[in-house]
């Protein structure tokens, strides 16, 4: 077992519509190793997104408590939790979420601009991370003038700008087709392996989530299963784990 | 500062809007300008500090009704006085009443005396004394004869209708001087017509050695005429001009309140074009602040996009304004309302009040949109499709 990057200790997430209480997440506890490649996977309102923006701290949880690392993001200020963000989460969307006034290079950039980097470093920075999505060529490119995968990767080369420690994708192959939804799962094997990013990816699609290490499926705002690559190579393998966690 | 390329950017997305509210500020700036200017002319003192030292003494009744020529030596006597100048409306007409040809007319007793009364206005053609002595001739601002193309030694026919004389005046001199629209002849020019004026003058301007007698002698001289058949009234320029302006009714106010009211259009529009661009950005937003971006930045995003284009939109105004004033200045001069453009210029102040409108439609516009786009939660704002 790997040191754990992610503990989340009986977490609770309540919303409120109107008079009525709404549990998303009940109770949960799970520990994310540094250097996983987690997928979360389970029905709509089984609580995946909601995990998801309570680990990269975007919302907080009604009870329990989360670590990232050294931080204890659920108690951190609104200000602390935001600088805490730009430095150690990487986040990727399903609709990519680019600024569309900006090119390609302005995008990875941006969160390069809450840094104290020279205007050269950040150069060398956004550089790279296009680099590393093989976008080199794309960098005065406009969101409209680049294709969905595309798009996608300049999300990416974005999450990892600032060389987080934790990546999170909500759905990043959802809204894309099945080439391009392969280059970017490949993208994020290779942010794992070669990198060391660790991942956390929301997913309903079985193919992407054969690509993790873990698959932990939610129902209901509680854990249902937890299954290794490891583990399930000895018995029916991840893949089969997660048709099965996928209902098939 | 890093920040400012992405406000830029944010400003220009959506062109056609962004250059629709940039005009429907730019225009109303300019109006205001024009408007404070015209209201500013109103108190301005053309004659530079030199009017503090003229009184002009007229009839109690009404500047309607007449004076006794013969005051002149008694005023001339008080102390503190160093000119007296008799002066009267001719009024009349120059070719037809149409506007174009409307401008001031007076006759003076006193020719000799008038550029010592008047000593910010300068001769620049012909000569002072060319004018004095010439009981035909005419004094005539520089403007008046750029606008008529005149030339000096040309007669100019008036046709007079409070005095129904036709007088054929010679121009014998030139003057430059804050306000250059007005023609002045002698008087004896009206009395050798028409004998029963003479006598009779339409008021006095006193030109006084010191502020102290600018302040004493009112007083001390309507005191001297009170219970003459002729009583006066005594002022300063600045009061005299005054009193002309309350003719009007309360212009100021007027004029003031429908700046208010264009500024308040200004703002609405302002906030419309934010409130729709914030709205369209929800989603952006909660991307931003994602990736780290904290309210106070959002806030400042938000609310410079927002003073950025009252400014581009006040600056433009401003400088279309600061283009158009000579002609603005210049059609105000040839027009009935020639004498107020003397007291028209570029007022600092006014350009001052441009910028601080800018400003403020700039901020109170986009408060609202940005405090809701720094308020709303990530996860709220990650909700919003688009």
Redesign the interface.
């Known amino acids: 077992m790997g040191k754990p990057l992610i503990r989340i200790e009986n977490v609770v997430k309540q919303y409120t519509r109107d008079t009525q209480v709404l549990t998303v997440l009940d109770g949960l506890s799970l520990e994310v190793e540094e250097g996983d490649f987690v997928a979360l996977m389970g029905p709509s309102g089984s609580g995946k997104t909601t995990l998801l923006n309570l680990v990269a701290g975007i919302d907080r949880p009604t009870s329990g408590t989360i670590h990232v690392g050294d931080a204890e993001v659920s108690s951190m200020s609104e200000g602390a939790l935001a600088r805490w963000r730009s430095q150690h989460v990487g986040f990727i969307f399903q609709l990519y979420n680019l600024v569309p006034v900006l090119t390609a290079f302005e995008n990875v950039e941006l969160p390069l601009l809450l840094t104290r980097l020279s205007k050269a470093d950040r150069r060398r920075q956004v550089e790279t991370a296009l680099g590393v999505v093989g976008l080199s060529d794309r960098m005065d490119h406009y969101p409209r003038q680049l294709s969905g995968g595309q798009e996608q990767r300049v999300a990416i080369a974005r999450a990892i700008a600032t060389d987080p420690t934790l990546l999170v994708a909500d759905e990043p192959t959802g809204d894309l087709d099945a080439r391009s939804g392969e280059e970017i799962l490949v993208l994020l094997e290779r942010l794992n392996h070669e990198f060391g990013k660790t991942v956390v990816m929301v997913t309903h699609d079985p193919k992407a989530a054969a690509r993790a290490h873990r698959l932990v499926h939610l129902d209901k705002g509680v854990l249902k299963e937890d299954v290794r690559a490891k583990e399930a190579a000895g018995s029916i393998g991840l893949a089969a784990a997660v048709e099965v966690s996928a209902g098939k | 500062m ?2 400012l ?2 406000v830029f ?2 400003l220009f ?1 959506k062109k056609t809007r962004s250059l629709l509210t940039i005009g429907s500020i730019l225009l109303p700036l300019f109006v205001i300008c024009i408007l404070g200017t015209m209201l500013r002319a109103l108190d301005s003192d053309p004659s530079n500090g030199k009017g503090m030292y003229r009184l002009i003494v007229r009839h109690k009744v009404s500047i309607t009704n007449w004076l006794p020529a013969a005051y002149d030596p008694k005023i001339r006597q008080l102390p503190g006085v160093v000119e007296v100048l008799r002066m009267n409306w001719f009024g009349g007409s120059y070719v037809d009443q149409s506007a174009r040809n409307q401008f001031a007319r007076f006759s003076t007793s006193d020719a000799d005396r008038f550029l010592k009364v008047f000593d910010e206005a300068t001769v620049v053609e012909g000569s002072e004394k060319e004018w004095v002595d010439d009981r035909s001739g005419l004094l005539v601002g520089r403007l008046l004869m750029k606008k008529y193309g005149w030339k000096l030694g040309q007669k100019v026919t008036l046709k007079g209708d409070i005095y129904p004389v036709t007088l054929e005046l010679t121009i014998r001199a030139v003057f430059e001087a804050p306000d250059e629209t007005g023609v002045y002849f002698h008087h004896e020019a009206i009395e050798e017509a028409l004998p029963r004026v003479k006598g009779f003058v339409g008021w006095y301007w006193i030109k006084t050695a010191s502020l102290e007698a600018t302040e004493r002698i009112p007083a001390q001289l309507d005191a001297m005429f009170e219970n003459s058949s002729f009583p006066t009234k005594t002022e300063t320029e600045k009061e005299f001009q005054n009193g002309w302006v309350s003719m009007l009714g309360n212009v100021k106010l007027l004029v003031t309140s429908i700046c208010t009211i264009i500024v308040f259009v200004i703002l609405l529009i302002a906030a419309n074009t934010m409130a729709m661009a914030a709205r369209e950005r929800v ?2 937003i909660a ?9 106070r ?1 959002i806030l400042g995003l938000v609310l410079g996009e927002s003073l950025l284009l009252s400014l581009f939109g006040g600056v433009l105004g401003v400088a279309l304004y600061a283009l158009l004033f000579p002609g603005f200045r210049e059609a105000v001069a040839n027009s009935p309302m020639g004498g107020f453009a003397a007291g028209m210029k570029l007022f600092p102040e006014i350009l001052a009040v441009a910028f601080a409108v800018t400003v403020f439609v700039g901020l109170v516009a986009g408060l609202a949109p940005a405090v809701r786009s720094a308020q709303r ?3 709220d704002g ?1 909700r919003q499709v688009g």
Do not use: A, D, H
């Not at chain 2, 991307?287 to 309210?295: A, D, E, N, Q, S």
């Open positions: 890093k920040l390329p992405l950017k944010n997305r989603t952006e991307v931003l602040r994602t990736l780290g971006f904290r309210k930045q939660s990530i996860t990650l």
